[in-house]
């Protein structure tokens, strides 16, 4: 999928966004606004991270970038190239982030 933020993202990509609160609109990926959008989009990865790994990490996005980080990249290609460098600094961005690490406290709660 070709976003304007990201390049040409591939789908586990996509989803390691979403767990940190990412939502597309329209043809791009931005950072969800508002608490519920949110918390939709990082179940909404956390979802399609387990369907496609088989794994559960939760909702521990460094956990989740070390697996697949250390994986194979062709089997989940979350190392590609096109849009690699600009998706993984997002996400490390979003781990340290005060509103994405408060919405993940609450989704723990919930």
């Known amino acids: 999928m070709t976003t304007h933020s990201f390049g040409k993202a591939?789908?586990?990509?996509g989803s390691m966004?979403?767990?940190v609160g990412y939502e597309s609109i329209g043809r791009d990926i931005k950072p969800a606004t508002g608490g519920n959008a949110r918390k939709r989009a990082m179940r909404d990865g956390l979802h399609s991270l387990r369907r496609t790994?088989?794994?559960?990490f939760g909702y521990d996005a460094l956990v989740w970038r070390?697996?697949?980080?250390r994986s194979n990249s062709e089997e989940y290609s979350y190392t590609?190239?096109?849009?690699f460098s600009n998706v993984d600094r997002a996400v490390l961005a979003a781990i340290e982030d005060s509103v994405v690490i408060a919405t993940l406290k609450e989704l723990f709660q919930s």
């Open 10 to 13: 591939v789908p586990i990509q």
């Open 17 to 19: 966004l979403q767990l």
């Open 80 to 83: 590609h190239p096109y849009a």
């Open 66 to 69: 070390q697996f697949l980080i």
């Open 53 to 56: 790994t088989g794994k559960d």
